[in-house]
Nanobody, 125 residues
Framework: QVQLVESGGGLVQAGSSLRLSCTVS????????MAWFRQAPGKERDLVAA????????YYRDVGKGRFTISRENDKNMVRLEMNSLKPEDTAVYYC??????????????????WGQGTQVTVSS
């Protein structure tokens, strides 16, 4: 049984940094892709960043370019999202997701097979 568990969210001031972690148990596959999505109240769940199964390829939506870094440690079955220079508009529930076929990057929520329960990130002004 595949499970994803996020950690690292919290309440911070604008300009601060946070590091989110997602631990994957019950390995989804040999080359599973990973991503971080976020969902603010009343809005759709949007991709923040994605990483391929090998870790060689990454993708960032504009909101995260230059501020966020996605990384993975396959030996620890873990993926992280380092977030710097946080803004109030980054406030959302952040979800990690796993795609069984992760040889190439996946950009849409429906392409991901497993989801974590989410972790709240709140950035105060």
């Amino acid at each position: 049984q595949v499970q994803l568990v996020e950690s690292g969210g919290g309440l911070v001031q604008a300009g601060s940094s946070l590091r989110l972690s997602c631990t994957v148990s019950g390995r989804p596959g040999n080359t599973y892709g990973m991503a971080w999505f976020r969902q603010a109240p009343g809005k759709e769940r949007d991709l923040v960043a994605a990483i391929s199964g090998s870790g060689d390829s990454t993708y960032y939506r504009d909101v995260g370019k230059g501020r966020f870094t996605i990384s993975r440690e396959n030996d620890k079955n873990m993926v992280r999202l380092e977030m710097n220079s946080l803004k109030p508009e980054d406030t959302a529930v952040y979800y990690c997701a796993a795609a069984v076929n992760g040889v190439v990057l996946r950009f849409f929520a429906h392409e991901y097979d497993y989801w974590g329960q989410g972790t709240q990130v709140t950035v105060s002004s």
